[in-house]
């Protein structure tokens, strides 16, 4: 492949040489960075794969992402849909099929600036709710792009809670149809993907009234364009919703619908059916239509969210051995700010918990897969666990990639706000993470009442309190418990055995402790719901630290995959390390509550966080080359491989439009202002 520089770069006249400063970070590399890309990767062959497309992609100008910065709405939006036009035609000409890695890896290459994003989300639903024959009819459809399709969830009204949704799906027996309707304002569709100007389809959540019952929130496969022009269906209002704080590519959509009809057969029926007489199946349990929001969690965790991280980790960390600021000593030159502790504070936790998250994907993915290819079977035994675990997953990763990020966009100082750094889009793009596909502390508490009523129901069985009994993720809750910390000194905290083991006591007493708080209340006479609502703070602050929990033991786990490559499993060692005892020393007070750490030990805990930076800071180039994104698809000034900033920065800033199309606002208003002054002077 050649020197990674030639591979990653732009190819611009910058490239040709790397900044003194970066290159002597790269000189003497503690680890085999190749390695960790395969590592990280999934295998060489994988890595192979993936440049390979990246190649095909960054040299096609159809591509490029040059202009994105100086775009309007509507040209981000038309850029999208030519750029995913070119990939399908590019994937049919290459033979690149679906069930590879191809699509998937040039997605990588284009930072998610494609169109039709939720068209996928659509499939996903399909095949996760739909019959054999349903899927057999429409996935053909949309693979071809003969039909263009979102999914319509969220209301104007209503969001996560999907119970409180108001569309409605009334069936008519007489006709075999559904009405599908919007009764009020805040029933209008809001927010979906592609439904604002693309979408031909889409499958609509919706209350289903059969023989005037409410049987809950069902989908429904409802066109909304004609497929002749592209206008309105009768009884269909749609549009877009206008500006919002990124996504500029995305037209996010309104959908009112007016008494619209569809036929029997557009209720995907995998877990629910209607039959001609209005008689109702019921095939699934009530969460099963939760199915799609956990397929798309984890879709979006693993390619979306996640990769945001690392890419701030990259921008940053890469600026900060090439930004210079002040001095070390008085007499010394201006020092790299990455070399002040308080720079490394800022970053080393992000290049940690993006390290983290890489190993807990992986771990939750065996899981997913496992459990998903039993519910598509109807065994819904592993659905409420799936279910908890991808909400709270989804909670904490989105939360910790949305701060990190921001917090490598200040630690760039001024830079970092211009767009020109990649720093701001990733910030806002990750930021709707928060939100999108679940409101995080929503998801917290559907974590929190699956720990709860596993706790309950394991203490009104204490006999049967073993870890076959209780989930697999919660087998900890019956484990020996330490009462007490038993580390001596700050070597101590760098086991892994142990810092896993503080967290999982941690964890175990928050759950109990609001177990109790809520079993408190309902033995003072408050109803469950009102019980619930009076303990939710206690209940987040549990569903956080099981969270926490579970990504130190998956990093801690994950690391003995590397026993083959000690140099790389020393390294990554260290921020597993770093990143448990970064969560101890920011939530201090839950590990000092009940005496289980006592003051000393905290200092202890410190003292040892504070020399793994120092350790980390000589891997750090390497950590974040590993992720091994090229400079097109990192799009940054700041985040180059070859450290060359300020002439970039420079060299982009002159083709703003601001800098190329004149200043239409001198003959208006600077001269006439300007020429009204100079008599005075």
Not at 2 to 11: A, L, Y
Not at 380 to 408: R, V
Not at 499 to 508: G, R
Request: net charge neutral.
């Amino acid at each position: 492949m050649g020197s990674p520089v030639h591979r990653v770069s732009m190819g611009d006249a910058w490239s040709r040489q790397v900044h003194p400063d970066m290159e002597i970070e790269r000189r003497q590399q503690p680890f085999n960075v190749e390695r960790l890309t395969n590592f990280l990767d999934g295998g060489a062959q994988s890595t192979a794969l993936r440049r390979k497309v990246e190649s095909i992609i960054h040299s096609d100008p159809e591509f490029s992402l040059k202009g994105n910065y100086f775009m309007t709405q509507n040209e981000h939006y038309e850029a999208s849909i030519k750029k995913k036009f070119h990939l399908w035609k590019l994937a049919q000409h290459l033979g690149w099929q679906e069930d590879d890695q191809h699509l998937p890896y040039a997605h990588r290459a284009l930072s998610g600036h494609l169109a039709l994003n939720i068209h996928y989300v659509f499939r996903y639903a399909l095949k996760s709710l739909g019959s054999e024959e349903q899927i057999a009819k429409w996935d053909p459809l949309c693979k071809e792009f003969q039909i263009m399709a979102t999914y319509a969830q969220t209301e104007l009204g209503h969001g996560t809670h999907l119970q409180g949704l108001e569309t409605e799906a009334t069936y008519d027996a007489n006709t075999q149809e559904f009405v599908v309707h919007s009764p009020t304002i805040t029933a209008t569709k809001w927010w979906p993907g592609d439904l604002g100007r693309t979408a031909t389809h889409a499958l609509v959540l919706a209350q289903l009234i059969c023989s005037g019952v409410r049987r809950g929130i069902h989908a429904f496969i409802v066109p909304v364009r004609s497929l002749q022009d592209h206008t309105p269906l009768p009884g269909v209002t749609a549009g877009d919703i206008g500006p919002k704080m990124g996504f500029e590519h995305s037209d996010n959509g309104f959908l009112r619908l007016d008494h619209v009809r569809v036929p029997r057969e557009n209720m995907l029926s995998r877990f629910a059916q209607v039959l001609p007489d209005g008689t109702y199946i019921k095939l699934g349990t009530a969460q099963s239509n939760y199915l799609t929001m956990v397929v798309t969690r984890v879709e979006l965790l693993l390619t979306e969210i996640v990769p945001i991280l690392q890419k701030a980790c990259v921008i940053a960390i890469r600026y900060s051995v090439v930004r210079r600021q002040s001095q070390l000593r008085p007499s010394g030159p201006e020092a790299k700010v990455l070399d002040f502790q308080t720079q490394q504070q800022k970053l080393f936790p992000q290049l940690a918990t993006a390290y983290a998250f890489h190993f807990l994907g992986s771990s939750f993915l065996e899981f997913y897969q496992r459990a998903y290819s039993a519910i598509l079977d109807r065994d819904f035994s592993l659905l409420p666990e799936l279910h908890a675990l991808s909400s709270g997953l989804k909670a904490m990763i989105s939360d910790f990639c949305t701060q990190g990020t921001e917090l490598c966009r200040r630690a760039c100082g001024g830079h970092g706000y211009s767009n020109l750094s990649g720093l701001p889009s990733l910030v806002t793009r990750v930021t709707a993470s928060c939100t999108y596909e679940g409101e995080n502390t929503v998801l917290y508490l559907q974590m929190a009442r699956f720990l709860v009523k596993s706790f309950l129901q394991a203490q009104a069985s204490p006999g049967s309190t073993s870890k076959g009994s209780l989930p697999q993720s919660l087998a900890y809750l019956s484990a020996p418990d330490l009462a007490r910390c038993p580390a001596r000194r700050a070597a101590d905290f760098l086991h892994p055995e142990l810092y896993t083991s503080a967290w999982a006591h941690v964890a175990v007493r928050l759950i109990r402790d609001s177990g109790h708080h809520l079993q408190t209340l309902l033995q003072s006479g408050a109803d469950w719901h009102e019980a619930w609502n009076q303990t939710t703070v206690i209940h987040l602050q549990a569903a956080k630290a099981h969270c926490y929990y579970v990504a130190v033991k998956s990093f801690a786990e994950g690391l003995k995959k590397l026993d083959n490559e000690p140099a790389i499993q020393q390294a990554l060692k260290r921020l597993c390390d770093l990143f448990a005892l970064h969560g101890i020393l920011s939530n201090t007070g839950d590990f000092l509550h009940d005496g289980f750490l006592s003051g000393p030990q905290v200092d202890a805990v410190r003292a040892a966080y504070l020399d793994l930076l120092l350790l980390i800071r000589k891997d750090a180039i390497s950590l974040t080359d590993a992720f091994d994104f090229t400079d097109q698809c990192l799009n940054s000034a700041l985040g180059c491989y070859d450290g060359n900033v300020y002439e970039r920065l420079f060299h982009w800033a002159q083709k703003s439009p601001t800098n190329t199309q004149g200043n239409p606002a001198y003959e208006k208003y600077i001269r006439p202002l300007l020429q009204s002054s100079r008599s005075k002077l």
